[in-house]
């Protein structure tokens, strides 16, 4: 799903609730002269250099994703966490094992406490990763869960079909504040290696971030840019962007308002979207082609229809 926040696993894995403010994780960027990002709306023009300092993945100088506020992170309980079990069993998905605060920040997820508890507890460092992978293939909505050593990468299969690769990040048996700088780390490099293959991030001030690959952003960017530079109002708006799957259902209009709110239109995004077609050869949407709902609910109401035409010809 486009609008999907980017924090499903790999993001989540690395958000740990935890403080950075002095500490430097790597100072040294590396260019991007792909993809496209957004910060509360407002367009970063390129070429994209990503940093990760003082507990913050940075942009061009600009935060596009804090971790934390103070250092060091405060140690957590040695008690093996438990997911609550009425959470556990109406997940479908990573997000819905999202922890959120009273502001609807997202501050944590379920099973990233319980394999930053892997990662602190562990017997060795092969032990840190098998034991991660066992916990993933258990939860109720993963069918399956591989290691592809060769790349680093965790290889899962949801029981809905979606297949996701992230990085395994816990290479080695680590203290808590040692796991914390090699996670923020490890973010900004994926966010590097998925920009350079034309990843477009919209990133929020209140730490979620949301992000499709180059053929949704082909599909999408043009009307994207297009309703949030209309007249329309940001209700109006942010329902035609739920409707096209890039904000997804499960965030309200004050989580994601930013993107409305902060939104300009530039030279440089105007043509740069505008080659999109020409680079992908994929024909952009149009308003028309918009569904009456969002994916998830149209999802929703197919399932329902499903149960009720089962239940009439019992």
Same mark, same amino acid.
């Given at each position: 799903?486009?609008?999907?926040?980017?924090?499903?696993?790999?993001?989540?894995?690395?958000?740990?609730?935890?403080?950075?403010?002095?500490?430097?994780?790597?100072?040294?960027?590396?260019?991007?002269?792909?993809?496209?990002?957004?910060? *509360?709306?407002?367009?970063?023009?390129?070429?994209?250099?990503?940093?990760?300092?003082?507990?913050?993945?940075?942009?061009?100088?600009?935060?596009?994703?804090?971790?934390?506020?103070?250092?060091?992170?405060?140690? @957590?309980?040695?008690?093996?966490?438990?997911?609550?079990? *009425?959470? +556990?069993?109406?997940?479908?998905?990573?997000?819905?094992?999202?922890?959120?605060?009273?502001?609807?920040?997202?501050?944590?997820?379920?099973?990233?406490?319980?394999?930053?508890?892997?990662?602190?507890?562990?017997?060795?460092?092969?032990?840190?990763?098998?034991?991660?992978?066992?916990?993933?293939?258990? +939860?109720?909505?993963?069918? @399956?869960?591989?290691?592809?050593?060769?790349?680093?990468?965790?290889?899962?299969?949801?029981?809905?079909?979606?297949?996701?690769?992230?990085?395994?990040?816990?290479?080695?048996?680590?203290?808590?504040?040692?796991?914390?700088?090699?996670?923020? @780390?490890?973010?900004?490099?994926?966010?590097?290696?998925?920009?350079?293959?034309?990843?477009?991030? !919209?990133?929020?001030?209140?730490?979620?971030?949301?992000?499709?690959?180059?053929?949704?952003?082909?599909?999408?960017?043009?009307?994207?840019? @297009?309703? +949030?530079?209309?007249?329309?109002?940001?209700?109006?708006?942010?329902?035609?962007?739920?409707?096209?799957?890039? !904000?997804?259902?499960?965030?309200?209009?004050?989580?994601?308002?930013? !993107?409305?709110?902060?939104?300009?239109?530039?030279?440089?995004?105007?043509?740069?979207?505008?080659? +999109?077609? *020409?680079?992908?050869?994929?024909?952009?949407?149009?308003? *028309?082609?918009?569904?009456?709902?969002?994916?998830?609910?149209?999802?929703?109401?197919?399932?329902?229809?499903?149960?009720?035409?089962?239940?009439?010809?019992?």
């Amino acid at each position: 799903m486009i609008g999907r926040a980017f924090g499903s696993l790999f993001a989540l894995l690395a958000f740990a609730c935890l403080a950075v403010g002095g500490q430097t994780t790597n100072g040294v960027g590396e260019c991007s002269s792909s993809g496209f990002v957004f910060i *509360d709306g407002r367009y970063v023009e390129l070429p994209y250099f990503v940093t990760a300092s003082n507990g913050s993945v940075y942009i061009n100088g600009s935060i596009a994703r804090r971790f934390a506020t103070e250092w060091p992170p405060k140690v @957590e309980s040695p008690e093996k966490p438990k997911i609550p079990k *009425d959470i +556990l069993s109406r997940a479908k998905s990573f997000d819905d094992l999202v922890i959120t605060n009273a502001n609807g920040e997202t501050v944590d997820a379920w099973h990233c406490r319980m394999i930053r508890w892997i990662g602190q507890n562990a017997k060795d460092d092969d032990n840190v990763v098998e034991n991660a992978r066992s916990f993933i293939a258990n +939860l109720p909505f993963v069918k @399956e869960a591989k290691i592809d050593r060769l790349k680093g990468e965790f290889v899962i299969t949801l029981k809905s079909g979606t297949v996701t690769r992230y990085g395994t990040m816990m290479q080695r048996k680590a203290s808590p504040v040692q796991w914390v700088e090699r996670a923020i @780390e490890d973010y900004a490099s994926f966010m590097r290696n998925t920009l350079a293959n034309g990843r477009t991030y !919209l990133c929020f001030s209140n730490g979620m971030t949301l992000s499709f690959g180059e053929p949704e952003s082909a599909e999408n960017l043009a009307l994207m840019c @297009e309703i +949030l530079a209309s007249t329309q109002t940001s209700a109006s708006k942010l329902n035609i962007l739920r409707r096209m799957g890039i !904000l997804p259902d499960g965030y309200d209009n004050s989580t994601v308002m930013g !993107l409305v709110n902060g939104f300009r239109m530039s030279d440089e995004l105007t043509n740069r979207v505008y080659r +999109l077609k *020409d680079k992908t050869g994929i024909q952009p949407r149009t308003i *028309d082609s918009i569904p009456d709902f969002s994916p998830a609910e149209t999802e929703r109401r197919a399932i329902d229809a499903a149960i009720q035409k089962k239940a009439i010809h019992q």
